[in-house]
């Protein structure tokens, strides 16, 4: 089948590996996190056969009906914009937080997993271009950030995450890569976090994320295909169910 699930992971597959061979990486520091959000347990079951584990979720509410249908030791990511109302059920939900905006979230995060039992690895999500995203904070936040996050026992900054603006060619996207790892070179050295993981790249500009540093690729469009609803559509009803 040309166009199988298969088949597309093979592809992207091909497309990392020349991207580290261009910038001199090993594949084994480039992880890959499949997006599967507005996609069902089945179309996940598809990417599980083709050994796929790791998935990211954007909306808790999506991810708390999807995750228990959803078979396979899995490790489930959250990628999206994550209210502090909302901390608890992704502590329980979630193994990795990309996308930490803002202090008082990495604050509930901390206490949250304090009280579910052991430490979460999360991203601080920083808005390097200062528009086009809606989230993550400025640059010259996250040195304080890091301070604080030094007396937090339940949480692991363990790196950056960033979306750039949409540009429909992807080198568009190369300046704010750059400039994500340029500040986690200077916070690692400031701060003493290893800050080993840039999560950076989406479909269209992965390959320029690796050359840039990055250490988790989300993908979905790539592999799934089109999204066919938005993910901000219809609070109450999965898109799955609906098909
Ligand atoms: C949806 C989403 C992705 C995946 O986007 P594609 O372009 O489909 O690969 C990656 N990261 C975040 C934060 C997302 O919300």
Not at 4 to 21: G, H, K, N, P, Y
Not at 149 to 173: C, Q, R, Y
Not at 209 to 235: C, N, P, Q, V
Request: some cysteine; overall charge negative.
């Amino acid at each position: 089948m040309a166009d199988s699930f298969q088949s597309r992971l093979d592809q992207v597959r091909d497309r990392i590996t020349a991207a580290c061979l261009r910038c001199c990486r090993s594949i084994e520091e480039v992880q890959l996190l499949t997006v599967s959000k507005t996609f069902g347990p089945q179309d996940v079951a598809e990417a599980v056969e083709c050994g796929l584990k790791v998935f990211g979720e954007s909306r808790i509410q999506e991810a708390k009906q999807k995750i228990p249908l959803c078979s396979g030791n899995l490790d489930w990511h959250m990628i999206g914009h994550l209210q502090r109302n909302k901390v608890k059920d992704a502590v329980q939900l979630f193994k990795m937080i990309h996308g930490v905006d803002s202090a008082r979230l990495l604050e509930t995060i901390n206490m949250q997993k304090l009280a579910a039992g052991g430490t979460m690895p999360v991203c601080l999500e920083v808005n390097v271009s200062g528009e086009g995203s809606k989230f993550g904070m400025n640059p010259e936040e996250v040195p304080a950030v890091l301070e604080g996050a030094t007396k937090l026992m339940n949480v692991d900054v363990v790196g950056l995450m960033t979306i750039p603006p949409f540009t429909p060619d992807p080198e568009g996207s190369r300046p704010y890569f750059k400039a994500l790892r340029d500040l986690r070179d200077k916070c690692r050295k400031e701060s003493g976090f290893p800050l080993e993981q840039l999560s950076m790249g989406m479909s269209h500009d992965f390959e320029v994320a690796i050359e840039e540093g990055a250490t988790w690729i989300r993908l979905g469009s790539i592999l799934f295909g089109e999204r066919k609803k938005k993910e901000t559509d219809s609070l109450s009803t999965s898109s799955w169910d609906e098909a």
